[in-house]
T-cell receptor, first 113, second 113 residues
Framework: AAGVIQSPRHLIKEKRETATLKCYPIPRHDTVYWYQQGPGQDPQFLISFYEKMQSDKGSIPDRFSAQQFSDYHSELNMSSLELGDSALYFC????????????FGEGSWLTVV | GQQLNQSPQSMFIQEGEDVSMNCTSS?????WLWYKQDPGEGPVLLIA?????ELTSNGRLTAQFGITRKDSFLNISASIPSDVGIYFCAGQNSGAGSYQLTFGKGTKLSVIP
């Protein structure tokens, strides 16, 4: 079965640079979520979109923004990167018709140097 | 905000032994989920629980949704080396269109062959 696809899997950026992560949800899933997981931490919710509209907002820094496009893929844009932004970023998706059970992608490793 | 207390934080067990871990919450959830995460990978859904009192099995895994809706446990029977990883509980509500997950801090399981 198709899963949540994230790209890139790894990226290295310097401080103050910008990074963009992409997410392709499971086909026919209408909701996309972004989570951030620091080393040894549990995933922290950043933001979610339902039918291309922002549906909830968590601990997403003002330097970050995200959107969901007409084909339901989503992008997380991170600007003015800081060392503390180094983390594993997960995209996840669900569908309200499926009980909103959330399935995660394999994650994108961001290292800020 | 809602907090989940997951215990134990880590476990070292002999292959073949049974494992039990649990999560408690200060507030109720509509859904409880259990995920397993390998290093550098995304959380993989193990079991989803949708009703208070529900007891669900998935192979050697059994999980229950507490009657109070504030707790859940996960049991693994006859552990094997590939059970090694970090297990996360997660609570989910559906109020106001928000379906984000609140995670426990995880239980790190080590299996000694």
């Amino acid at each position: 079965a198709a899963g949540v696809i994230q790209s890139p899997r790894h990226l290295i950026k310097e401080k103050r640079e910008t990074a963009t992560l992409k997410c392709y949800p499971i086909p026919r899933h209408d909701t996309v979520y972004w989570y951030q997981q620091g080393p040894g931490q549990d995933p922290q919710f950043l933001i979610s979109f339902y039918e291309k509209m922002q549906s909830d907002k968590g601990s997403i820094p003002d330097r970050f923004s995200a959107q969901q496009f007409s084909d339901y893929h989503s992008e997380l844009n991170m600007s003015s990167l800081e060392l503390g932004d180094s983390a594993l970023y997960f995209c996840a998706s669900s569908t309200r018709q499926g009980g909103n059970t959330i399935y995660f992608g394999e994650g994108s490793w961001l290292t800020v140097v | 905000g809602q907090q989940l207390n997951q215990s134990p934080q880590s476990m070292f067990i002999q292959e073949g032994e049974d494992v039990s871990m649990n999560c408690t919450s200060s507030s109720i959830f509509n859904t409880w989920l259990w995920y397993k995460q390998d290093p550098g990978e995304g959380p993989v859904l193990l079991i989803a629980l949708y009703k208070a009192g529900e007891l669900t099995s998935n192979g050697r895994l059994t999980a229950q949704f507490g009657i109070t809706r504030k707790d859940s446990f996960l049991n693994i029977s006859a552990s094997i080396p590939s059970d090694v990883g970090i297990y996360f509980c997660a609570g989910q509500n559906s109020g106001a269109g928000s379906y984000q997950l609140t995670f426990g801090k995880g239980t790190k399981l080590s299996v000694i062959p």
